[in-house]
């Protein structure tokens, strides 16, 4: 079992910029293919990406991507979510999760196999 932890989120003003982290305890960290997935009030959860166990390649869905980067520091098991430019709707509880494996795309929460507690951005226009 692998438990997360995430951390930073906050408010902040539109075109703004803040750094999620998801903090990983438990089994080996880079056994895992990490993602990161959002829910807005009133709306289904849904993904917003990806990154591979070494960390050398991103998934991004459209609505986010060129705007936040995920990334990974397996020596610290730790996850990031940098989110830049960020719109009223990227506004919600964010999530990262853990796959022992999955494919190169858009992943289902159905198919996450751990996820933390959440943290919530609110970004303000």
């Known amino acids: 079992q692998v438990q997360l932890v995430e951390s930073g989120g906050g408010s902040v003003q539109a075109g703004g910029s803040l750094r999620l982290s998801c903090a990983a305890s438990g089994r080996t960290f880079n056994d895992y293919l990490m993602g990161w997935f959002r829910q807005a009030p009133g709306k289904e959860r849904e993904f917003v990406g990806l990154?591979?166990?070494?960390?050398?390649?991103?998934f991004y869905e459209d609505t986010v991507k060129g705007r936040f980067t995920i990334s990974r520091d397996n020596a610290r098991n730790t996850l990031y979510l940098q989110m830049n430019s960020l719109k009223p709707e990227d506004t919600g509880v964010y999530y990262c999760a853990a796959r022992r494996n999955g494919e190169y795309g858009t992943w289902r929460w159905e198919q996450v196999g751990y996820y933390g507690q959440g943290t919530q951005v609110t970004v303000s226009s």
């Open positions: 990154i591979t166990r070494s960390g050398g390649s991103t």
